[in-house]
C-alpha cells in the first residue's frame, strides 16, 4: 500500500524559500500525478499545485510565481519549493497521489511556521 | 477558479441521527467524458484528509455505506444515514474538473 510522508524544516524565516520533500514508500512514483496542498492553521485547504512523474507540472495561479514542484524518480520523491515566504504562507503543507479517483493517499503533514 | 460553496458550515448531529451537507459549485462540473468530477473528504481531528466519496456518488474503498453521496452539475449532497461518534470531524467537497483543484470552505461536524 503506498504511503507518503513529508519531511523539511519547521521554520523558515520571512523572504526565504521554504523546502520540503515528500517520500513515496510501498509503490513507484513512475505513474500517477503528485500533489501539493496546504492548510494554514484553522482554515480549509488550498492545493498548490502537482507534477507528473515526467516532469511537467501545473500550479495554482495563486502561488505560481513562488512555485517549484519537481519530481526525482530515482529516489521515489517530489519535493516542494515556496520561495519569498511570509506570515502567510504558514500552514500543514501535505503531499497527496493525484489520482482519477480523487486525492489519495495523503501524507500525514507537516507543519511549517514563517517566523524570525 | 471554480468556487466551491458548502453549506451549513457546522452542524451538530445527535447519533443514530441522518446528516446532510450541501456543495454548489460555480459551474458544471460535468465532463465531455461523462463523468462528474466531485469529491468528498473527511478529515478527522489531528488527521489528514481521507477520501470518502469519488464522481459524485462513489464510496472510496473501506468507506461505510451509511455515507452516500448525490448530485449533478453543480449541486450535490453527502449524507450520513446514521450518524456514529468517529463520524465527527470537517467535511470538505472538492472538484477535479478544471485547475486549479478547489474545495469548499469544510463542514464541521460535532456530536450532540
Known amino acids: 500500500q503506498v504511503q507518503l510522508q513529508e519531511s523539511g524544516p519547521g521554520l523558515v524565516k520571512p523572504s526565504e524559500t521554504l523546502s520540503l520533500t515528500c517520500t513515496v514508500s510501498g509503490g513507484s512514483i513512475s505513474s500517477y500525478y503528485w500533489s501539493w496542498i496546504r492548510q494554514p492553521p484553522g482554515k480549509g485547504l488550498e492545493w498548490i499545485g502537482y507534477s507528473y512523474y515526467s516532469g511537467s507540472t501545473h500550479y495554482n495561479p495563486s502561488l505560481k510565481s513562488r512555485v517549484t514542484i519537481s519530481i526525482d524518480t530515482s529516489k521515489n520523491q517530489f519535493s516542494l519549493k515556496l520561495s519569498s515566504v511570509t506570515a502567510a504562507d504558514t500552514a500543514v503543507y501535505y503531499c497527496a497521489r493525484t489520482v482519477q479517483l480523487g486525492l489519495d493517499p495523503w501524507g500525514q503533514g507537516t507543519l511549517v511556521t514563517v517566523s524570525s | 477558479d471554480i468556487v466551491m460553496t458548502q453549506t451549513p458550515l457546522s452542524l451538530s448531529v445527535t447519533p443514530g441521527q441522518p446528516a446532510s451537507i450541501s456543495c454548489k459549485s460555480s459551474q458544471s462540473l460535468l465532463h465531455s467524458d461523462g463523468k462528474t468530477y466531485l469529491y468528498w473528504y473527511l478529515q478527522k481531528p489531528g488527521q489528514p484528509p481521507q477520501l470518502l466519496i469519488y464522481e459524485v456518488s462513489n464510496r472510496f474503498s473501506g468507506v461505510s455505506d451509511r455515507f452516500s453521496g448525490s448530485g449533478s452539475g453543480t449541486d450535490f449532497t453527502l449524507k450520513i444515514s446514521r450518524v456514529e461518534a468517529e463520524d465527527v470531524g470537517v467535511y470538505y467537497c472538492?472538484?477535479?474538473?478544471?485547475?486549479?483543484?478547489?474545495f469548499g470552505q469544510g463542514t464541521r461536524l460535532e456530536i450532540k
Open positions: 472538492m472538484q477535479s474538473i478544471r485547475l486549479p483543484l478547489t
